[in-house]
């Protein structure tokens, strides 16, 4: 691997309602029942609050299989549970400060502090996803389980109201899922976990249009709609009123039919085509299948990939000019061993060497496939990937890989990582990895409209102390060919203040502006003051200069993935 750094290191509560009617349940039991085995199990026994907006009524029978399902969740809990819990998945450790989970909230008014929102921002809205229980968990829980909770700041769009944002936090789905718990399965209590997580899928919820899954990860836009994804289930989509800025409705959608297994919640939106491409990935063959839809949401391509050997997770991938990349890391799915080994569900496989899968864009078969050897290469998350060379013979992939991906489940204070750029040269077969910094960073974006073609920007999540976020990084990708660190500007945000993950708007839609002519979103917490902001970083200052703040009523729990929504996609929503 070749090195690239100087000496010098640069410097409980109610439920989300809906409208409209639900979408069509699948049509296959055997699909249903993949899903069911991939989607894990968790809590489901969440009572409604007073102030829902949808009736709750159940029949007799499904009042009776929830007491039933209530019962034995009770009983595992008690016999299979092993106390005291391990850390990493205690929910009395973990939940505490800004962990902790919030209420719902209607869309209230905040004061812009600081700054003013730039042209581009307003009347859009910044929209993040993450973990949010119900109700506090029972038995073991990890960071990464509960309830999808969205969190969406409506930005002013001038006029009477330009000094006011609107932050609104609702549910990402109407109903308590059926799971929303899979890190924290282990030995004989995760396969009870799983078995009654089929049990209450089968016997409470037979309306499966419901969904199983939490959909707490990420949040994305296309094909005129706002969905919600995750990991377990089929996405939801929301509607985010351009008005008043509340999230009126809910709904479960397949993506044509075909994605009834979730599967990567890292959708690849072609800026120029508007093709969109997804995988799923499931515990039972074919282990990996790649998708491709045009641009108005008709399936192009389903593409199974059996040299997919065993369950691994594919969280991100990449989609180029003419190729489609899928890193296959050493993060798998092993219910065998946590069912005989005592084992956790996902785990780091040590013996399993990581590699890269490149793929023709337009493939007819998961056997044009070519893997390439990348041993310790564990991308999570996909800045970018590119195409170089006449021929466009050589693939560029930049991420976000884990140094101690062992640690990822169990102790993710260690989990730290690094940003890499791997080059294949699909000729030659010669595999170059290049750090380019040694910082510890995660995630990881780029200007959306270089999306799959080359760029000279990225922009990194600082995670020192991990899981917290305490800034951002920008990359110059082009001073890795000079063996230098890429960091060239970091932005932190002070002693015991954390933010999330950052998402980059460009100024605007003209070609002649430059790539990192833009703006860089993200809340921050200061857990000195308990408070939380909203902040609008300039890109392509020397400083990334906090151009604009605004003042939050509460907190904002830390979470996942986010986008922005411009004022104008807003009003092309499909109102359903």
């Not at 944002?165 to 004989?188: E, I, N």
């Not at 998961?366 to 970018?384: A, Y």
């Amino acid at each position: 691997m070749t090195s690239c750094f100087s000496a010098q290191t640069l410097v409980f509560p109610p439920r989300f309602h809906r409208r409209g009617s639900p979408a069509s349940p699948p049509r296959k039991f055997r699909r249903i029942l993949c899903s069911s085995l991939s989607s894990f199990t968790g809590e489901s026994n969440a009572a409604p609050a007073p102030s829902d907006l949808v009736s709750t009524k159940k029949t007799k029978g499904q009042r009776w299989s929830q007491t039933f399902c209530d019962i034995l969740d009770d009983a595992v809990d008690r016999h299979f549970t092993r106390y005291p819990l391990h850390p990493s998945v205690d929910p009395a450790l973990l939940l505490v400060g800004n962990f902790a989970p919030v209420d719902e909230l209607p869309p209230t008014p905040c004061p812009i502090v600081r700054g003013s929102i730039p042209e581009c921002l307003r009347g859009g809205a910044y929209i993040r996803n993450g973990p949010n229980p119900r109700q506090h968990p029972r038995g073991p829980y990890h960071l990464f389980d509960g309830d999808g909770m969205l969190h969406s700041l409506l930005l002013p769009g001038g006029g009477a109201d330009a000094s006011h944002a609107v932050l609104c936090s609702r549910y990402s789905r109407t109903s308590s899922p059926v799971v929303s718990r899979s890190f924290s399965l282990r030995g004989v209590h995760g396969i009870a976990r799983l078995v009654l997580g089929m049990l209450r899928f089968l016997a409470e919820r037979m309306n499966r249009t419901e969904g199983m899954g939490p959909a707490n990860t990420s949040v994305s836009f296309f094909w005129n709609n706002i969905f919600v994804l995750g990991e377990t289930d089929q996405p939801f989509t929301v509607y985010l009123s351009p008005e008043d800025g509340d999230l009126l409705s809910t709904e479960r959608r397949d993506l044509g039919g075909k994605l009834v297994k979730g599967g990567s919640v890292h959708h690849k939106q072609d800026p120029v085509t508007g093709e969109l491409f997804a995988v799923n990935y499931s515990l039972v063959p074919p282990f990996l299948t790649y998708y491709c839809f045009d641009s108005s949401g008709n399936e192009k391509l389903e593409v199974p990939i059996a040299s997919v050997l065993q369950p691994s997770i594919f969280h991100d991938f990449a989609v180029t000019k003419h190729y489609a990349i899928f890193p296959e890391t050493q993060l798998v799915m092993d219910p065998l061993g946590m069912a005989f080994c005592d084992g956790s569900f996902i785990r780091c496989d040590t013996r399993k060497t990581s590699r890269v899968g490149v793929l023709s864009r337009y493939a007819a078969s998961g056997s044009e496939i070519t893997w390439f050897d990348v041993p310790g290469f564990n991308p999570l998350h996909i800045c970018n990937a590119w195409e170089e060379g006449d021929d466009g013979g050589v693939v560029v992939l930049v991420g976000s890989s884990s140094v101690n991906l062992q640690h990822f489940v169990e102790r993710m204070e260690l989990g730290h990582g690094h940003i890499e750029m791997v080059r294949i040269d699909l000729k030659t077969r010669i595999v170059t990895r290049t750090l380019l910094s040694v910082m510890s960073l995660g995630f990881g974006g780029v200007n959306p409209a270089y999306q799959g073609r080359k760029s000279r920007y990225a922009y990194a999540a600082i995670s020192d102390f991990p899981p917290k976020i305490q800034g951002v990084a920008k990359l110059d990708l082009e001073v890795a060919a000079q063996r230098r660190d890429c960091v060239v500007v970091r932005r932190e945000f002070g002693p015991g203040c954390f933010c999330g993950e950052s998402f980059f708007v460009p100024r605007g839609e003209g070609k002649d502006l430059d790539e990192d002519d833009g703006y860089l979103l993200t809340f921050v917490q200061d857990e000195n003051e308990e408070k939380s902001k909203f902040v609008v970083m300039d890109a392509k200052s020397p400083e990334l200069e906090v151009i604009a703040e605004v003042e939050l009523p509460r907190r904002v729990p830390y979470g996942f993935h986010g986008v922005f929504v411009s004022q104008s996609d807003l009003k092309r929503q499909q109102k359903r």
